[in-house]
């Protein structure tokens, strides 16, 4: 079972524990797979890939299998489908990539649906398989062309394996519609060739853009599932971010007034001033390009990362601060600092920070 770690729990740390943690809220993400399930008009198909998008994938896949809005759990990679398949959470697990032909035969042992886009992988499918159709309607990365698709598809429903059917949007979380809509003919007219299946469109873009599809069975809402929309489409539902990044002091003392902090001696202190090291650095997914615009949570007050951020490390301006070493100071969470802050601090987007949490973070559920 994922650890369960009380809210506001505070003190000196058992030995060798994580110096950070990433704590997930089952609240708000079952709020927002209710709400995301409400617009498209279907059962969702979850993303827990990349470690459910870095909060943890037990802790995630337990949490949604509980929901009545989860029909089931998508993943990137096989060895993904295998640790889901492991939990037994009574849920289907859906393969959204290729794998290898060699792994096709305990991937269908476990009942975890493969996806196929050739002729050739339609016939080697062991007969107890189900597969999920792979559409390219326009993103040019996997998946049969549609004229393809049909005939692969037919030869899974002769063959008795044809459970559904999927496609990706390539641009429906831009402003822009016009070619998802495209996207969205294309596949209607392979679905019309083939007989009734589970289909699948709707990324998050699509959902909180378009809301329901005519003859979609399921929709797959990837960030947006874990409370993050583009910019012109916050509002359209009340997502909350699920994750709360803490990390620990480990180190606090003073810094006279002209003395340089971190590596580059980038930051020079004004004045004196009371200073806690931190244990998180860009090894552990924190952006290192976020030096010198960072700030964190400490005490409830927003305060600055001085410095370069480190590979294991980052030091914060605490004066006037009663800080401790073992003491947690929030890194982000659902209100003040934000992912997105944290993401424009460092020149990227939501997905990369927090698919780049590393494996140093523990990962738990909070009340």
């Known amino acids: 079972m994922p650890a369960s770690v009380p809210k506001g729990e505070e003190g000196a740390a058992p030995p060798f524990a994580a110096r950070a943690r990433a704590l997930t809220s089952p609240s708000a993400l079952l709020d927002n797979l209710a709400a995301l399930s409400g617009r498209a008009g279907v059962p969702l198909l979850l993303p827990v890939k990349a470690d459910a998008y870095g909060h943890g994938l037990e ?66 499918l062991p007969p107890h398989a189900r597969a999920h159709l792979k559409v390219d309607t326009g993103m040019n990365r996997l998946g049969a062309r549609p004229a393809e698709a049909v005939a692969v598809g037919r030869r899974l429903a002769e063959r008795g394996v044809l459970e559904g059917a999927y496609t990706h949007f390539a641009t429906s979380d831009e402003v822009d519609l016009r070619f998802t809509h495209e996207q969205f003919r294309r596949f209607q007219a392979v679905l019309a060739e083939l007989p009734p299946l589970l289909a699948h469109a709707s990324n998050g873009g699509g959902v909180l853009s378009l809301g329901a599809l005519p003859g979609m069975g399921l929709a797959r809402p990837g960030l947006a599932s874990y409370g993050f929309a583009p910019s012109h489409l916050h509002g359209v539902l009340p997502l909350r971010p699920v994750m709360t990044l803490q990390a620990q002091v480990t180190f606090v003392h003073d810094v006279h007034a002209g003395e340089t902090i971190s590596y580059g001696g980038l930051y020079t202190a004004p004045r004196d001033l009371r200073v806690a090291t931190v244990g998180l650095g860009y090894a552990d997914g924190y952006p290192r390009n976020a030096t010198l615009r960072a700030h964190v949570t400490v005490r409830g007050e927003r305060r600055p990362v001085l410095g370069r951020i480190c590979m294991d490390q980052f030091m914060v301006d605490v004066t006037g601060l009663d800080v401790h070493p073992g003491e947690w100071i929030e890194v982000w969470g659902p209100a003040d600092i934000t992912v997105s802050e944290v993401a424009a601090w460092g020149d990227t987007i939501e997905y990369e920070v927090l698919t780049g949490l590393g494996a140093r973070i523990d990962r738990a559920a909070v009340p």
């Open 59 to 124: 802790v995630v896949a337990r949490a949604a299998a509980a929901s009545p809005h989860v029909w089931g759990l998508a993943v990137a990679v096989p060895r993904e489908a295998q640790a889901v398949a492991a939990l037994e959470l009574g849920r289907p697990v859906v393969l959204l990539t290729p794998p290898t032909p060699q792994e096709v035969p305990a991937l269908a042992d476990l009942g975890v649906r493969i996806p196929v886009a050739t002729l050739a992988e339609a016939e080697a």
